[in-house]
Antibody, heavy 120, light 107 residues
Framework: EVQLVESGGALVQPGGSLRLSCAASRFMFIYYNMNWVRQVPGKGLEWVSHISSSSSTSDYADSVKGRFTISRDNVKNLLFLQMTSLRAEDTAVYYC?????????????WGRGTMVTVSS | EIVLTQSPATLSLSPGERATLSCRASQSVSSYLAWYQQKPGQAPRLLIYDASNRATGIAARFSGSGSGTDFTLTISSLEPEDFAVYYCQQRSLPPWTFGQGTKVEIK
């Protein structure tokens, strides 16, 4: 079964940093664009960042631009989100999500999410 | 950014009934609209992409229609497992945005 598994979520103080990882399995990771999407518990969904299959392009929501960096390792089938200068409003479940093949922005496979809590 | 407005916020229906969910965009998204289903404690699941294409493994009772600014997700006959929150999402113009969701609850 195609699978994405996130890790790295934690409780972190405001201003702190955190690195999320997403391990992909049972599909050709190198062929797919990838994304991070977050959700405040009980609230709606917010797209955070996108990276192309070859890492040639990336994009960010304005709310995280300049603070978050997306990257990937196509040898180890891993997706990353480096988060710095964290704020209380970054508290959310963070999902990694795969783009439907041949598209950008239609998310066909999702992980189960990892919780990030920013609080003192 | 493109704002998506979903209506109604909550839909109270019985199993077997037809559900009609609406999503309106603040500007044209052509056909670049998707629908997702989310159950409590689970990740979203892609149902429909590009307005009317069912994703792999999605039951035929789910259908999508529309283009431009007005879109509809229809569930022809609600099954017990269909009671959930549904989100629309546009991929016409970054940042990709989601609607606020419609909760389909058991009447």
């Amino acid at each position: 079964e195609v699978q994405l598994v996130e890790s790295g979520g934690a409780l972190v103080q405001p201003g702190g940093s955190l690195r999320l990882s997403c391990a992909a399995s049972r599909f050709m990771f190198i062929y797919y664009n990838m994304n991070w999407v977050r959700q405040v518990p009980g609230k709606g969904l917010e797209w955070v960042s996108h990276i192309s299959s070859s890492s040639s392009t990336s994009d960010y929501a304005d709310s995280v631009k300049g603070r978050f960096t997306i990257s990937r390792d196509n040898v180890k089938n891993l997706l990353f989100l480096q988060m710095t200068s964290l704020r209380a409003e970054d508290t959310a479940v963070y999902y990694c999500a795969r783009d439907l093949r041949g598209t950008e922005g239609a998310f066909d496979i999702w992980g189960r999410g990892t919780m990030v809590t920013v609080s003192s | 950014e493109i704002v998506l407005t979903q209506s109604p916020a909550t839909l109270s229906l019985s199993p077997g009934e037809r559900a009609t969910l609406s999503c309106r965009a603040s500007q044209s998204v052509s056909s670049y609209l998707a629908w997702y289903q989310q159950k409590p404690g689970q990740a979203p699941r892609l149902l429909i992409y590009d307005a009317s294409n069912r994703a792999t493994g999605i039951a035929a009772r789910f259908s999508g229609s529309g283009s431009g600014t007005d879109f509809t997700l229809t569930i022809s006959s609600l099954e017990p497992e269909d009671f959930a929150v549904y989100y629309c999402q546009q991929r016409s113009l970054p940042p990709w945005t989601f609607g606020q969701g419609t909760k389909v609850e058991i009447k």
